[in-house]
């Protein structure tokens, strides 16, 4: 999801790193509980890259959220799109999202789930090339995540651990999006008033994916944030 943005980041001069969590891309899926988190600090640890600023996107904005809660020396600054939350509980219509998605899958209806997502996630402005890309990428990872279902079993989560988000002190863009879920401007709105370096960016053409919906304006937003986060 991040092609967009990876070569013009990487042309600004910005070493750039992306993974695939557990059963996502080219990442099989996990055979034992484990937190995303973890795997992320062992990325870079693997790497070599002791401190970081982390752009992430929905439920990976909650992963980095955590990952900076925990180890906040690690992390120059945050660039949070549409962004989860530690402990946030969904309202009615994430709710609402999640029942019908479980539905399908109750149901053996994957396409329909891939066709829920696509049409939950993206903004009116996302044309087909957006659509048919988050389409093959949420299908991929239904058919990686059911297979390693039916072989393992249900793997669950390890238990989130106990954060506190005032550990947080790096420079944050929570954006949100103006045709997102409630859940994810609701958010943006208060990790602007929960961390005492974030600032909130309302995009009234977006809906979840601005990366995908409007490459462009989205890699010109994060670069500029990451010019401004260097001259600090």
């Not at 891309?25 to 055979?31: F, H, K, M, V």
């Not at 999202?97 to 109750?106: C, I, N, V």
């Not at 009234?204 to 994916?209: I, M, S």
């Not at 601005?210 to 260097?230: H, M, Q, S, V, Y």
């Amino acid at each position: 999801m991040w092609d967009p943005q990876w070569a013009p980041l990487a042309e600004a001069g910005h070493q750039v790193v992306r993974c695939d969590f557990r059963g996502h891309g080219d990442t099989p899926a996990a055979t034992a509980p484990h937190r995303d988190a973890d795997d992320v600090r062992a990325l870079l640890d693997a790497l070599g890259i002791g401190r970081a600023t982390l752009v992430a996107s929905s439920y990976g904005g909650r992963v980095a959220l955590e990952f900076a809660a925990r180890w906040p020396d690690r992390v120059a600054a945050m660039a949070l799109l549409c962004s989860g939350m530690p402990g946030h509980e969904p309202g009615p219509e994430l709710a609402a999202f999640d029942a019908r998605e479980e539905a399908l899958f109750e149901a053996g209806d994957l396409e329909a789930a891939v066709e829920l997502n696509v049409d939950t996630w993206l903004g009116p402005e996302a044309g087909e090339a957006a659509r048919e890309k988050v389409r093959r990428m949420q299908r991929h990872a239904f058919e990686v995540q059911t297979a390693a279902e039916e072989e393992w079993g249900e793997i669950g989560e390890l238990p989130e651990p106990a954060l506190d988000l005032s550990a947080v002190t790096a420079p944050v863009l929570a954006v949100s999006g103006a045709h997102d879920l409630a859940d994810f401007r609701t958010i943006a709105a208060r990790l602007a008033r929960l961390l005492p370096r974030a600032r909130h960016l309302e995009l009234p053409w977006a809906g979840h994916l601005p990366n995908l919906e409007r490459p462009e304006e989205t890699t010109a937003l994060l670069t500029d944030f990451l010019r401004e986060c260097a001259g600090a």
